[in-house]
């Protein structure tokens, strides 16, 4: 496959553009506020529910909402990448990922007041598509690109991304804060659009660079089948990574600093909103000047990362 492909480029990063839009909206600015006040039992719109036999408060609720989320995906990705590597099915993939997270984004267009069950597991489903698209989009990078262009075409990416997502909520602000130009809608319907809105933007702006990306090479024929060999390809990366020190230690520091990363994400609306009581409308202004901030700081650190070389002095190496 050709390198450097101006076109294959553009096209890698647009995936950016379509899917980030769930990390603002979803992740990050109004579900995280919606959430609290519509999963309640009804009639008495108590916060205490009845979940799985459970009774927790609805905060809760959405706290293990994420972190099953993560573990779904700590799970089936290994699996799922190594048999895209063994079929050579990359994209197919990564578009199920895709669809399994924008469809969820849409379904939470139903979920109304009371119907915490649905409003819990399409977000929980929307997290597990966001991030298996994740990495198989990030794993096209090294295909597509030479080493000397990942830092720029990464800044791209995440720019792209940080522009796409503002976009979007900045309409979505308009219905939450001003309900009366959309014909005076109530602020749970202009909630609820909004999520409908996310779902429909990644869907569609993901096709572009589906139609683009190439397909992967698939490995030579093998006995046994697809999910057979899948497996084996698990078994053999667990094998090699045992001799990859530097490796080892690197994943081990990036799930404590992805762990504190995704926290930070998924519940400092929710801390903002509950815990500090702070106003709607200014919680969701202050994470849209944080991408606003962003979109420079992306290109700061590619250019910054092409300068330094920072010895990972603390790790022993």
Same mark, same amino acid.
């Given at each position: 496959?050709?390198?450097?492909?101006?076109? @294959?480029?553009? &096209?890698?990063?647009?995936?950016?553009?379509?899917?980030? @839009?769930?990390?603002?909206?979803?992740?990050?600015?109004?579900?995280?506020?919606? =959430?609290?006040? &519509?999963?309640?039992?009804?009639?008495?719109?108590?916060?205490?529910?009845? =979940?799985?036999?459970?009774?927790?408060?609805?905060?809760?609720?959405?706290?293990?909402?994420?972190?099953?989320? !993560?573990?779904? +995906?700590?799970?089936?990705?290994?699996?799922?990448?190594?048999?895209?590597?063994?079929?050579?099915?990359?994209?197919? =993939?990564?578009?199920?990922?895709?669809?399994? /997270?924008?469809?969820?984004?849409?379904?939470?267009?139903?979920?109304?007041?009371?119907?915490?069950?649905?409003?819990? *597991?399409?977000?929980? *489903?929307?997290?597990?598509?966001?991030?298996?698209?994740?990495?198989?989009?990030?794993?096209?990078?090294?295909?597509?690109?030479?080493?000397?262009?990942?830092?720029?075409?990464?800044?791209?990416?995440?720019?792209? %991304?940080?522009?796409?997502?503002?976009?979007?909520?900045?309409?979505?602000?308009?219905?939450?804060?001003?309900?009366?130009?959309?014909? %005076?809608?109530?602020? /749970?319907?202009?909630?609820?659009?909004?999520?409908?809105?996310?779902?429909?933007?990644? $869907?569609?702006?993901?096709?572009?660079?589906?139609?683009?990306?190439?397909?992967?090479?698939?490995?030579?024929?093998?006995? /046994?089948?697809?999910? *057979?060999?899948?497996?084996?390809?698990?078994?053999?990366?667990?094998?090699?990574?045992?001799?990859?020190? *530097?490796?080892?230690? !690197?994943?081990?520091?990036?799930?404590?600093?992805?762990? &504190?990363?995704?926290?930070?994400?998924?519940?400092?609306?929710?801390?903002?909103?509950?815990?500090?009581?702070?106003?709607?409308?200014?919680?969701?202004?202050?994470?849209?000047?944080?991408?606003?901030?962003?979109?420079? /700081?992306?290109? +700061?650190? &590619?250019? $910054?990362?092409?300068?330094?070389?920072?010895?990972?002095?603390?790790? %022993?190496?």
């Amino acid at each position: 496959m050709q390198k450097n492909n101006p076109k @294959v480029l553009n &096209a890698w990063a647009m995936y950016d553009w379509a899917n980030s @839009v769930h990390s603002l909206t979803i992740t990050s600015a109004i579900f995280p506020i919606y =959430f609290p006040a &519509a999963a309640v039992m009804m009639p008495s719109k108590s916060t205490k529910l009845d =979940f799985l036999g459970l009774q927790l408060e609805n905060t809760v609720v959405y706290s293990y909402a994420v972190s099953i989320g !993560f573990l779904l +995906l700590a799970f089936s990705v290994p699996f799922t990448s190594a048999i895209s590597d063994f079929t050579g099915k990359k994209k197919a =993939f990564l578009k199920l990922y895709c669809y399994l /997270g924008s469809l969820s984004c849409m379904l939470l267009y139903f979920f109304e007041e009371g119907r915490y069950y649905l409003g819990t *597991f399409a977000f929980l *489903f929307s997290i597990v598509g966001w991030g298996g698209s994740i990495v198989f989009y990030n794993s096209y990078l090294p295909e597509i690109a030479t080493e000397d262009r990942f830092d720029n075409l990464s800044a791209k990416g995440f720019s792209l %991304g940080y522009i796409g997502s503002v976009i979007l909520l900045l309409q979505n602000l308009t219905m939450v804060l001003k309900p009366e130009w959309y014909g %005076g809608i109530t602020s /749970g319907q202009a909630s609820r659009i909004s999520f409908l809105s996310v779902g429909i933007w990644w $869907i569609i702006f993901a096709q572009i660079p589906f139609s683009i990306l190439p397909e992967t090479k698939k490995e030579k024929k093998k006995e /046994g089948g697809w999910i *057979f060999n899948g497996f084996r390809e698990l078994k053999k990366v667990f094998h090699e990574l045992q001799g990859l020190e *530097f490796t080892k230690k !690197f994943l081990l520091a990036f799930f404590f600093y992805n762990m &504190a990363a995704q926290t930070v994400m998924y519940l400092g609306a929710l801390f903002g909103s509950e815990e500090l009581h702070l106003p709607d409308d200014a919680l969701i202004i202050t994470i849209l000047l944080i991408q606003l901030v962003a979109i420079p /700081g992306a290109y +700061l650190f &590619a250019k $910054i990362s092409k300068k330094l070389v920072i010895q990972p002095l603390f790790l %022993g190496l």
